[in-house]
Structures are given as structure tokens and as C-alpha cells.
């Protein structure tokens, strides 16, 4: 597969995951997950009462989607709140995929860098393929890796901001450092500039929810969100030019041949 997004030794070819959660209807969802051409959804399971199992409609519209399903573990906020949702996850669901979220601060939702890296060790060891939404500090990510982690999600901005690429210094870093590590920007894009500011930095995916879902369009959304991040990956491929601090003429005169019309 060309240029395919490889997780966990499984191959894709779209670099968009999109999230379930927030649209006005299971039918809109649908449509803007058609319209991303993504093959990874998100899902919470705190969205599914395994008991009233009144969640069954939704499960049931993303599996007749055939997108794979990462299930995730928004709104835990301890390591034992997040093992136990995606032990109660993989029963359910049958994979052993999960998006690990252990959040630390109800303001901006910010990731727990110390309950994030001890659930992820403990996921690992139990055989699941941990994908952790994480903050885009260079220690924290490595340490993430250092516990078995072979993907990695550092925000772009807290959860359903907007903002973009908050702090490119940190991001560049990032995919600096971990040159062979698959970075997949999570949360707080809206415009989908911003999801292709994300891949001309060199990052592997695009993950969101928000800017779809609470679009006055979700499905032209997600679709202009597809075409950037494609047109991003396809800049960062073809090598973007430099910055310079002064002007260079892109038709300079010195050591150009002149041309004559023909019988001139």
C-alpha cells in the first residue's frame, strides 16, 4: 500500500481518525465519517450502559460503517479507572485497540503524565495496543515509548479548543527526537489549515472530533479536513521550502539567456 499509515503492524491508508461523539445524529455521523474516507473511529465507552446496553445503536451504525474501532477511555482520571474501562472495553468490543486517556485537570483536560505512563505499562504487559493521548512534552512521550507504547498522540491544543498547534517549538521537537515514532496529532484542532499545518510538520495522522461534529456541515467538514491533511502529507513529502529572513527573486536576470521571437 503506497505511503500507508502503519499502527501496530497494521496498514491503512487514510491518516484521518475521527471521533464519534458530539454529532446532532447517528445519520449526520455516518455521513461525515463517508465523507472523511478515515478507517479508524473513535469510541467512548462511557457513551455504551453495557447494563440498559442502550448504546447498541450507536456501536451498531459505526460497525455497519466498517471503519476499525479504537475504543477510548475519556474520562478516567486514575490508572486503575483506566485499566478497568479498557479491560471492560476489549470484552465488549472484542479488540485489544484502546485509546488511553487518564486525565489530570478537569479546566483544560490535560493528560496525567503520571497515571498515563503507569496505565500504559500495565495495558502493555495485559496485550493491549496503546494508543496514549499525551501532552507534547519530549520526556513524557519517551517515556511513553520506554513502557512499550509503539504510537504516541500528543494534543495540539486541550481538548475541543480550536486553537491549532499551540506550541509548534515542542511539536517540531517532538517528531525531531522520535524520528521513527508513529505521532498522531489528537485534539484541539479546528480549521483544517491547522490539520495540514500538522502534517507539513511531519506528523504520521490527524485525530478529531469536535470541529466535524459541530460543524453547521459535519460531512463537507470532514471532508475539507481529508483533503487538507492529504495536501499536507503530500508538502511535507515533496520538501517544503525554508524561511528567509530577506527576499530572493524567484526570476532573476544575471545568467539568464534572453529569448527572441523567431525572425527577430
Known sequence: MDDALTLYDETFSSRFLLGTALYPSPQI????????????????????????????????????????????????????EAVTLAEMSREIFATPWIKLEVIGDDYNLQPDPFGL?????????????????????????????????????PWGAPIGTGQGLL??????????????TVLIIDAG?????QAAE??????????????????RDPAAMAAAFAAAIGAGRQASRAGLMHKRQTATPSTPTLGQPFWHQQGE
Not at 167 to 180: F, G, I, K, W
Not at 189 to 193: E, Y
Request: aromatic share 4%; proline share 4%.
Open 29 to 80: 455521523m455516518r455521513e461525515a465519517i463517508t465523507a472523511s474516507g478515515c478507517e479508524i473511529v473513535t469510541l467512548g465507552l462511557r457513551r455504551q450502559n453495557p447494563a440498559d446496553r442502550d448504546g447498541d445503536s450507536l456501536w451498531d451504525c459505526i460497525r455497519q460503517s466498517g471503519r476499525k474501532l479504537l475504543p477510548n477511555t475519556a474520562g478516567c482520571k486514575s490508572a486503575k
Open 117 to 153: 505512563v503507569d496505565a500504559a505499562e500495565q495495558l502493555v504487559r495485559r496485550g493491549f495496543k496503546v494508543l496514549p493521548y499525551c501532552t507534547d512534552d519530549l520526556i513524557l512521550c519517551q517515556r511513553l515509548l520506554d513502557v512499550g507504547c509503539r504510537v504516541l498522540m
Open 167 to 180: 506550541n509548534r517549538y515542542h511539536l517540531r521537537t517532538l517528531r525531531e527526537r522520535l524520528p521513527d
Open 189 to 193: 484542532l479546528g480549521a483544517p489549515s
Open 198 to 215: 500538522a502534517m507539513e510538520m511531519g506528523f504520521d495522522a490527524v485525530l478529531l472530533n469536535t470541529a466535524v461534529a459541530r460543524a
